[in-house]
């Protein structure tokens, strides 16, 4: 529980240190699976973002100012990311995930709709359940497959036609099989 | 054609879904439900701590 706390209050440090260079973020990942009731054992808290190469180094940079242990993934052309950082401590791994430059619309969007936060008082929004989906269908792989149909499953209140229409908005290819799959 | 006195051959049950796992998904479900957001992510991230005996052992020791 206390290590708990401790990777709030980092994400928030983080967040507010993001919110210095203006960029926006919402929590996604299996944070977010298990926000919307798909609840595994995870030690990360994952924050997507649009921010490009320099903004990254730039940021890597205060991070570790600011004490932390920090590690800059750069993509190469092909990657589905834009790159990571990984700013790691006695709290454990929060990873900042840039969707700059490929997929920037999901977490624009999602930034702009959130409503849920991930604790009370807390700023740390989370991604809303369509758009991590769609970042899900966009990920590919068997496993983001199987956390969509997990999703679905547990979200019986879920207008899927929403979903579905947000993919088709963002030309992601599909979800269809995924919600026949979970009896939806 | 089965002769008298033989055994009916039983195959498994296999690539059908489980009523009795659906049953328990859907406890599992429920319970998920009546937590906070807050709890469940709590969950999600302690869950490690918490079944940290569960972590496999060589058979020597």
């Known amino acids: ?184 | 054609m089965k002769k008298p006195g033989e055994k009916t051959k039983r195959t498994l049950p296999s690539g059908r879904r489980s009523a009795c796992a659906d049953a328990s998904l859907r406890g599992e479900i429920d319970r998920v439900s009546r937590m906070t957001v807050e709890e469940r992510i709590t969950e999600a991230l302690t869950m490690g701590s918490r079944f940290v005996a569960l972590k496999p052992t060589s058979a020597k020791d």
Request: proline share 4%; charged share 25%; glycine share 8%.
């Open chain 1, 1 to 184: 529980m206390e290590n708990c706390k401790t990777i709030f209050d980092a994400a928030e440090d983080v967040l507010e240190i993001l919110g210095s260079q203006r960029i926006e973020a919402v929590v996604i990942g299996a944070v977010a699976l298990a926000a919307y009731r798909y609840v595994r054992q995870t030690q990360d808290l994952d924050l997507g973002v649009n921010a490009n190469i320099a903004q990254l180094r730039s940021l890597a940079d205060l991070l570790k100012a600011k004490g932390y242990s920090v590690e800059l993934c750069e993509p190469d052309g092909d990657d589905p990311l834009g790159g990571v950082i990984d700013v790691r401590g006695p709290f454990g791994l929060v990873q900042i995930v840039s969707f700059a430059d490929r997929f920037p619309a999901v977490i624009d969007e999602a930034v702009r709709v959130s409503t849920l936060s991930v604790r009370a008082g807390s700023r740390l929004k989370l991604v809303p359940l369509p758009h991590l989906i769609a970042l899900k269908l966009y990920a590919g792989g068997h496993k983001a497959k199987s956390d969509i149909v997990e999703l679905l499953a547990r979200n019986p209140d879920l207008d899927v036609e929403s979903v579905r229409k947000l993919c088709r908005s963002y030309r992601l290819k599909g979800l269809d099989k995924l919600v026949t799959e979970a009896g939806r």
